[in-house]
């Protein structure tokens, strides 16, 4: 609030103070706190059933946590809590500020709509009312996630997998958000299309200086595109530092057992 | 009025074939509906003597706002003499006892099923509308939850992207009926089947107009005076729909038409789908054919 100069660049864009989530007496994740600073890519890793994903649904508001916070700087450059919002509120930031890339693009696109209608959505929801320019926004749109823009009428359901996926990055993209959320973006696509994926994530992410929150069990993903990252086990997390250094100088036994039981071709 | 009411209803049901407490239930209903333009207010829907989908909503309101004194008019696609109409009024006039009409100006409630009459409605009649699914956001958002919470919230930009696809694919809003509408600047409502071309005349309309969803168990209403507007985009305007020819019988051209097929040879004509207005023109002497 006694902020001066850029808002944007006094302080983390959202922090996560002791967030802890128990599924009845099952641990979903317990006591994590972290910042993330605008333009930082933040990769959480672990093996499956390490609470990754449910620690990325409590920080994205879609999972109330059991305890703690999860507060996000608005552009007034106000910290406001996500879970004492107004759910009008919370879904209009969800919307707006926030994007979330599912693993599956079936989870986050409407299969039923065309690449160009599933690209304006966003913009529709936030009151744009003029087809030719949302038309050209969606074209844009298709051109940066490496489509051939004569597509934009085609239904999800005739892309590839990896397609799917672009698509799903330039739907959430198109309003410029501040914040993304990535659940295992590359998991199930084949090792090429995957290469080409993270490239196109890694340049706009430097391009929009987007903040990420990346869920991922591959290492070699998370060394690619993340600034830090988490290591967690069973609900906590274990390690956390540089990724270089935690994928280079693992310190906690499972950090050292994770990294050395990647194969190497 | 129960006195009435026993006295011309001769086959034993109670007055409206439903019982007072329903009635009043409904009442009810209709009076939240009111309170709030295009908002859907669930009722207890009855089991009516005719399958749900058969315009059992429409009876229900209509049974439950029809007195003694009413005329009503009833009109199955903008015909008094269909299958529907005709049936609908027998139930009422069995069980009201009310007298009928075909002329709209002399109707105090109109039960339509996908049409609004030609004929300008004035204050002081009730229009009822029959709904097969009052949700305008179900094709798009199966979850009744969130549906719920969508019209909560006022987050209506996924009806833009159906109209935004329909542009894509056709190169304009191919909609054609049950075109979704934003009722008094807030919610978003679907204005059962009618042709698009009766959309403007629910804008600021002088007669009360309620909306029943038997199956669906819903009831929503425009009061009088309401503003009603369809959805459109900025540069693909509202549109309604228009013909080349004029109505065969009686000359109008400003009506909504019916193309008629007139025998196996591709013979067609085009009549005005409102017969009580096409009918009172020929009988002004406006008609140019037979």
């Given at each position: 609030?006694?902020?001066?100069?850029?808002?944007?660049?006094?302080?983390?864009?959202?922090?996560?103070?002791?967030?802890?989530?128990?599924y009845?007496?099952?641990?979903?994740?317990?006591?994590?706190?972290?910042?993330?600073?605008?333009?930082?890519?933040?990769?959480?890793?672990?093996?499956?059933?390490?609470?990754?994903?449910?620690?990325?649904?409590?920080?994205?508001?879609?999972?109330?946590?059991?305890m703690?916070?999860?507060?996000?700087?608005?552009?007034?450059?106000?910290?406001?809590?996500?879970?004492?919002?107004?759910?009008?509120?919370?879904?209009?930031?969800?919307?707006?500020?926030?994007?979330?890339?599912?693993?599956?693009?079936?989870?986050?696109?409407?299969?039923g709509?065309?690449?160009?209608?599933?690209?304006?959505?966003?913009?529709?929801?936030?009151?744009?009312?003029?087809?030719?320019?949302?038309r050209?926004?969606?074209?844009?749109?298709?051109?940066?996630?490496?489509?051939?823009?004569?597509?934009?009428?085609?239904?999800?359901?005739?892309?590839?997998?990896?397609?799917?996926?672009?698509?799903?990055?330039?739907?959430?993209?198109?309003?410029?958000?501040?914040?993304?959320?990535?659940?295992e973006?590359?998991?199930?696509?084949?090792?090429?299309?995957?290469?080409?994926?993270?490239?196109?994530?890694?340049?706009?992410?430097?391009?929009?200086?987007l903040?990420?929150?990346?869920?991922?069990?591959?290492?070699?993903?998370?060394?690619?595109?993340a600034?830090?990252?988490?290591?967690?086990?069973?609900?906590?997390?274990?390690?956390?530092?540089?990724t270089?250094?935690?994928?280079?100088?693992?310190?906690?036994?499972?950090?050292?057992?994770?990294?050395?039981?990647?194969?190497?071709? | 009025?129960?006195?009435?009411?026993?006295?011309?209803?001769?086959?034993?049901?109670?007055?409206?074939?439903?019982?007072?407490?329903?009635?009043?239930m409904?009442?009810?209903?209709?009076?939240?509906?009111?309170?709030?333009?295009?908002?859907?207010?669930?009722?207890?829907?009855?089991?009516?003597?005719?399958?749900?989908?058969?315009?059992?909503?429409?009876?229900?309101?209509?049974?439950?706002?029809?007195?003694?004194?009413?005329?009503?008019?009833?009109?199955?696609?903008?015909?008094?003499?269909?299958?529907?109409?005709?049936?609908?009024?027998?139930?009422?006039?069995?069980?009201?006892?009310?007298?009928?009409?075909?002329?709209?100006?002399e109707?105090?409630?109109?039960?339509?099923?996908?049409?609004?009459?030609?004929?300008?409605?004035?204050?002081?009649?009730?229009?009822?509308?029959?709904?097969?699914?009052?949700?305008?956001?179900?094709?798009?958002?199966?979850?009744?939850?969130?549906?719920?919470?969508?019209?909560?919230?006022?987050?209506?930009?996924?009806?833009?992207?159906?109209?935004?696809?329909?542009?894509?694919?056709?190169?304009?809003?191919?909609?054609?009926?049950?075109?979704?509408?934003?009722?008094?600047?807030?919610?978003?409502?679907?204005?059962?089947?009618?042709?698009?071309?009766?959309?403007?005349?629910?804008?600021?309309?002088?007669?009360?107009?309620?909306?029943?969803?038997?199956?669906?168990?819903?009831?929503?209403?425009?009061?009088?005076?309401?503003?009603?507007?369809?959805?459109?985009?900025?540069?693909?305007?509202?549109?309604i729909?228009?013909?080349?020819?004029?109505?065969?019988?009686?000359?109008?051209?400003?009506?909504?038409?019916?193309?008629?097929?007139?025998?196996?040879?591709?013979?067609?004509?085009?009549?005005?789908?409102?017969?009580?207005?096409?009918?009172?023109?020929?009988?002004?002497?406006?008609?140019?054919?037979?």
């Amino acid at each position: 609030m006694t902020a001066s100069g850029t808002p944007e660049e006094t302080g983390p864009l959202l922090r996560v103070s002791s967030v802890t989530r128990y599924y009845g007496p099952i641990v979903g994740c317990r006591d994590v706190s972290f910042d993330i600073w605008p333009g930082e890519v933040i990769g959480i890793v672990g093996e499956s059933g390490s609470g990754k994903t449910t620690l990325l649904s409590c920080i994205s508001a879609r999972l109330e946590p059991t305890m703690g916070t999860v507060e996000f700087r608005s552009r007034a450059g106000k910290m406001t809590d996500v879970y004492r919002m107004s759910e009008a509120e919370r879904r209009f930031l969800m919307r707006t500020e926030w994007g979330f890339v599912h693993q599956h693009p079936r989870d986050g696109l409407r299969m039923g709509v065309s690449a160009g209608g599933n690209i304006g959505e966003r913009l529709m929801a936030v009151g744009d009312r003029n087809y030719g320019a949302i038309r050209e926004a969606a074209g844009d749109w298709l051109h940066r996630v490496e489509f051939d823009v004569g597509r934009i009428d085609d239904m999800p359901t005739t892309f590839s997998g990896g397609m799917q996926q672009r698509l799903q990055i330039a739907r959430n993209l198109v309003n410029g958000p501040r914040l993304v959320f990535m659940d295992e973006p590359t998991g199930g696509l084949d090792v090429s299309v995957q290469a080409r994926l993270l490239d196109l994530l890694r340049v706009l992410v430097a391009e929009l200086r987007l903040s990420v929150i990346l869920v991922t069990h591959d290492l070699a993903v998370a060394r690619l595109l993340a600034d830090r990252l988490m290591v967690m086990r069973r609900g906590e997390v274990v390690e956390a530092g540089l990724t270089d250094q935690v994928l280079d100088d693992p310190q906690h036994p499972y950090s050292q057992l994770l990294v050395s039981s990647v194969l190497q071709p | 009025m129960t006195a009435l009411a026993r006295r011309k209803t001769p086959i034993g049901y109670n007055f409206a074939y439903l019982d007072e407490h329903t009635k009043r239930m409904i009442r009810r209903t209709i009076l939240k509906a009111v309170a709030i333009p295009g908002y859907q207010a669930p009722f207890a829907s009855r089991e009516m003597p005719l399958p749900f989908g058969w315009g059992t909503g429409g009876i229900q309101v209509t049974a439950s706002v029809i007195g003694p004194d009413d005329i009503l008019k009833v009109i199955d696609q903008g015909a008094d003499d269909t299958t529907n109409a005709v049936s609908i009024r027998a139930f009422f006039t069995k069980t009201t006892g009310v007298t009928t009409t075909e002329r709209t100006s002399e109707a105090t409630v109109i039960q339509a099923r996908h049409r609004i009459p030609e004929t300008p409605l004035k204050e002081g009649q009730i229009i009822v509308y029959q709904v097969p699914i009052p949700e305008p956001l179900r094709w798009l958002e199966p979850r009744e939850m969130e549906t719920r919470k969508m019209h909560a919230l006022e987050e209506y930009g996924i009806m833009h992207v159906r109209l935004y696809e329909d542009i894509a694919r056709f190169g304009h809003i191919a909609t054609s009926y049950d075109y979704p509408v934003i009722v008094n600047g807030r919610y978003l409502m679907r204005p059962s089947p009618i042709p698009k071309f009766d959309n403007p005349k629910m804008d600021r309309n002088p007669a009360l107009q309620l909306f029943g969803a038997g199956r669906e168990k819903r009831i929503y209403a425009v009061p009088p005076y309401t503003e009603v507007k369809s959805l459109d985009f900025e540069d693909h305007p509202f549109e309604i729909q228009k013909w080349d020819e004029s109505c065969a019988l009686c000359g109008a051209h400003d009506t909504f038409l019916d193309e008629i097929v007139t025998d196996d040879r591709g013979g067609k004509m085009y009549v005005c789908s409102d017969t009580d207005y096409c009918g009172s023109r020929r009988a002004a002497g406006t008609g140019e054919g037979e």
